[in-house]
T-cell receptor, first 109, second 114 residues
Framework: RKEVEQDPGPFNVPEGATVAFNCTYS??????FFWYRQDCRKEPKLLMS???SGNEDGRFTAQLNRASQYISLLIRDSKLSDSATYLC??????????FGGGTRLMVKP | ETGVTQSPTHLIKTRGQQVTLRCSSQSGHNTVSWYQQALGQGPQFIFQ???????GRGNFPPRFSGLQFPNYSSELNVNALELDDSALYLC?????????????FGPGTRLTVT
């Protein structure tokens, strides 16, 4: 079993749709959680951190459920420019980041 | 742009050869991490260097080694290349004052082993 699991997709959605991605992690001692975005043939970039209380940044909302070891990302009012791969990331002891395999999103006109 | 640069951008090597990849960190960043990203997968942590010392290592064999220099630039060395080493190699820099998740990635070096 992978330490961080994501549905690889692709998720094909029309512009303006709301889409949600889920991620599960296996290490209950994991300390911090993040979503990264990776465009095709580009490097990953930090999208947002994920807190137990949930956090929102514009159209993006991230949630963490420590009891279920589950992380989510919600994107409202999808834009064409949101098309990318979204990587769920978990930080374990020793500042090691473990990435999920990524979920590919394609937003269509 | 993150300010993190990597060289070369592409590289083709033959099985059994050795390769050195280079990374120049963002100014002021004293921590560098290296990742291997195979096609269609997420990045996998290789190791991290902090102030020229290895500060953590993922599940990679000893033929993967690294260095960090006083100016915080870094090298990844891979000996006895295997076909499965073909991947995008990413370095990411950060500071010890940032959250560990706040890493700034370079554009990567795409290595092909034939």
């Amino acid at each position: 079993r992978k330490e961080v699991e994501q549905d690889p997709g692709p998720f094909n959605v029309p512009e303006g749709a709301t889409v949600a991605f889920n991620c599960t992690y296996s290490n209950s001692a994991s300390q911090s959680f993040f979503w990264y975005r990776q465009d095709c043939r580009k490097e990953p970039k930090l999208l947002m951190s994920v807190y137990s209380s949930g956090n929102e940044d514009g159209r993006f909302t991230a949630q963490l459920n420590r009891a279920s070891q589950y992380i989510s990302l919600l994107i409202r009012d999808s834009k064409l420019s949101d098309s990318a791969t979204y990587l769920c990331v978990v930080e374990n002891a020793g500042n090691m980041l473990t990435f999920g395999g990524g979920t590919r999103l394609m937003v269509k006109p | 742009e993150t300010g993190v640069t990597q060289s070369p951008t592409h590289l083709i090597k033959t099985r059994g050869q050795q390769v050195t990849l280079r990374c120049s960190s963002q100014s002021g960043h004293n921590t560098v991490s290296w990742y291997q990203q195979a096609l269609g997968q997420g990045p996998q942590f290789i190791f991290q260097y902090y102030r020229e010392e290895e500060n953590g290592r993922g599940n990679f064999p000893p033929r993967f080694s690294g260095l960090q220099f006083p100016n915080y630039s870094s090298e990844l060395n891979v000996n006895a290349l295997e076909l499965d080493d073909s991947a995008l190699y990413l370095c990411a820099s950060s500071t010890d004052r940032d959250s560990p998740g706040e890493q700034y990635f370079g554009p990567g070096t795409r290595l092909t082993v034939t």
